[in-house]
């Protein structure tokens, strides 16, 4: 292997620079390469007749002999986490600290062990697992130790959710078992956790970990196996949460299956991230930039920059500057310490990534790879590039997640943006100009969870990470993140008598006086709401509406699947609301508070007209409709973001968006502080909303549109349709330019607003059946609220002069 | 493409090019934080790469204190920097190990001169004012002359500091077109003292006026600045060079000097040259390294390759 010193002189060739497989290597034969489950503390014993290979992919060669769990195996695993979680949860935060404090310091202290095996078992370089993965993942746990400390003060009104299952991806074992695990622990909760069925090898030496430092038996179970692991955890019914990173098709098929279970759900899908290159950019760190952002991790990387967004006229440049770098990437042994690029997962995901290209080029792109030839033993792949690319190609929308990059011009900031969010996925985006006025602005305008500025692909465990639109929902890191693993207190929530008006077929309905009702006078025909006027329904019918003494009250239009479609037209119409200064969305607040304060005996008649409630109760809950209105505009300039103390010279903007369009199903209950409360949290931040009042009592909603009217709210920002409720839900649910949907209804409404949300993988937030006080609204529930009515964009952007 | 040998006549100042520069400091900071760590060089290929590194030096003294006496002992460990034992354990007896040149004050040049009669080593003068470069321009220009005069055949330069900061690059073109005719034959290397730039965008704008006037290396510092030679300067020049390349078709040649003391800080250098420019630049017509103490370091390596165990900097002959 030695070439003369002297003929290196002449060459001046890297030679191999290979990082010891020993230590792994012994590490596995110790175990006899056969690995069980490790479940509440112990391991299973392998069961010879369901042992499957982990491969080495560098080598095609089996690693390991991994066993596939069985459903008795995973019931073991969910009751082992369901006991301990008994203890867990009550355990003191600091407590919990210790052990995540004692993980990160197990994971630093073995650091090139599970480097070596994470190389070894998923391909990818040691130079990443060695300086990103598993430095990363001790980081994870560090912070979290942090959060667990702070719990009882940080998050005063949360509780642990329960058992949360996790299934994790093959392409970041280590670091998605920390993202995964240590939120879940700090915040009180037990886990599950599936590791990839290709590279389950590090999370099994982390359940020795788990062994080293004593960790309550229970809390971590580690089981193995392919996606029939996945599902069972999916539809155990012992699971209080699923915690997935994956494919979009398989977070579908969770959210699908999940559906009306109650099990909360945090998905971190695929993403097509935009990588964006201005004329004014720093070009040769741009190119940099493309490097780590496509060939990382060989492009397996879900917010890889895998689409090449560059200024027209720096374009032909650009694409010679990155051909000459691609020429100098280094495909390899993934051990050795001086190559770029390892190897591929596995065979199948070789193919796909091969597919995609061959359809690249008969759909005429032009494609270029470096001269140079990859290993022939081993699945690899090399650096790929596409240019003359048009958005319309198969390479320009699907998610490779392999090393190809493709690549289109655009011409100016807008183009560059319109470009950018054309996708239906929105996990990351890259941004790359010296004008810090341009990369700003284009950074507000992404639709993407995480946007990098003058870099790309930082990661830390101090700011969130996580998708817009079909790259999932949910936080990973930050105290957003913290979210997804804990409840409001139960206590808060419910903690006052009802105070909800009883139905007419309840029994107590009092006849309302006759001097009060509104339709004394000139007959008033509520219609549908939309785009700031007034709409007569698509249908051309119209539903009566009873009071609560059974007669007839009124008529409302009978909404249709059209009214919703020209609703949410109105309501995508009308986003310029979210660019409004919160203090000109907050003024408006206060003013429909103080429009709707003057006409408060006639919206309090109405309620006593529906409902048959007694008219103090009825004034009572205008009353606190008006607070609603002033708790929101309160809180439109103040629910503001956080810079986040990331290991890094520059800002960390964590930034609350709003969502977008918000579809709300109202409750019976409460049919004007309901609509009130939800509209009022959703509109403050900047969505637009398509509002479904109460079937049965819809009036008061219907009658504040007026209000709307003489507030100066929008045309476009509230739209109002009325009619059956689920219908109109579902309608809402499946429409994909539905950023997200609250739904209070019933549980099969609740069930199917989750299913059909599949679609296009809203958010939703549902009631289960379950009724809500709403006359209460602690400070934790408005929290709640404002967090359903926003996502958490984290711009990165570094500096130095 | 002109040959290695051949010189950088210059172009016509282009301000447009130099406006149009933009350098963003972490992204630089960034590739030069990873570019050791993406590539590593060991056992024989380490020893070879050092090898090459030793052909690739500047051996310089700079003193105040320099005499004939310790010029003359460094002109005679510029010829023999190696062992010949070592070199005959390392198979590398035949290959032209030796400095690339000798670097000394203008008032050392005629010792070095007459020390390194024969050998084919150059002698490099630093000229123009160095360190400050604050001299009047005349008395600068005739210090090269000087030094030419004395046998030197390399000139590296100090540019006008003040030009930069003001942005003014028809002052710094100008100064640097006279450094450069006061040359003639001789190759001259301007040395920005980029410690002492306010921006690596400076850095950038003031290593292309440079070769726009005709510079035939671009050098980061004196080695008297609070801050010289670092990756991510150095970084920032070598994409210059590579882009006055592509534009112009001359290759200019880079030299970082000041702190560079370790082996390991030459295999690096060599690996940001060989990953921003090419293997073509690895020759000492387009690359050097300014240096005093290195060769100790890359000496004790080689002896570390030859026998396995570490080494003494007594064991091997001082300069």
Redesign the interface.
Known sequence: M????????Q???????PESAKPALDWLNAHERTFGQFIAGRWTQPDPSRLFDSVNPATGQPLARITQATQDEVDAAVAAAREAFKSWSQTPGHIRARYLYAMARHIQKHARLFAVLESLDNGKPI?ETR?LDIPLAARHFYHHAGWAQLMDTELADCAPLGVIGQIIPWNFPLLMLAWKIAPALAMGNTVVLKPAEWTPLTALRFAEVCEAIRLPPGVVNIVTGDGQVGQMIVNHAGVDKIAFTGSTEVGRQIRIATAGSGKRLSLELGGKSPFVVFD???????I??VVDAIWFNQGQVCCAGSRLLVQEGIAPRFYAKLRARME?LRIGDPLD??I?LGAIIAPPQLQKIARLVEQGIAEGATMWQPSWACPTEGYFYPPTLFTDVSPAATIAQVEIFGPVLVAMPFRTPAEAVALANNTRYGLAASVWS?DINLALDVAGKLKAGTVWI??TNLFDAASGFGGYRESGFGREGGKEGLFEYVKLKPSRVDPLPKRIAPHAEDGAAANPPAHNAPGNGIDRTPKLYIGGKQARPDSGYSLAIYGADGAAIGEVGAGNRKDIRNAVEAARAAAAWGDQTAHNRAQILYYIAENLSARRAEFAARLVQQTGCDSASADAEVAAALDRWFTFAAWADKYDGAVHRTPF??LTLSVNEPVGVIGIACPDEAPLLAPVTLMAAAISVGNTIVLIPSERHPLSATDLYQVLDTSDVPAGVVNIVTGARDELAQVLAEHADVDALWYFGSAAGSAMVERASANNLKRTWVNYGQSRDWFTLTAAQQAEMLRQATQVKNIWV???? | MNTHNGRNPGVPLDLRWVEAARVNRSAVERRAATLPTRRSVKQAWQAAWLLRAITLMDLTTLQGDDTPGNVQRLCAKARRPVRGDLLEALGAHELPIRVAAVCVYHAMVPVAVKALAGSDIPVAAVAAGFPAGLTPLDLRVKEIEYAIEMGAQEIDVVISRRHVLAGNWGALYDEIRAFREACGDAHMKAILEAGELATLRQVYQASLVCMMAGADFIKTSTGKAAVNATLPIGLVMCRAIRDYAARTDHQVGFKPAGGIRAAKQALDWMILIKEELGDEWLRPSLFRFGASALLADIERQLEHHVTGAYSASFRHPMA
């Open positions: 030695t070439a003369p010193i002297a003929e290196i002189f060459t001046m060739a890297y030679g191999p620079a130079r300086d004014d950019a720093d070009l040769d760190s741009a940099e930039g100098k310490k001086a770029d010296e003058n870099c010279r520059g570094p500096y130095g002069a």
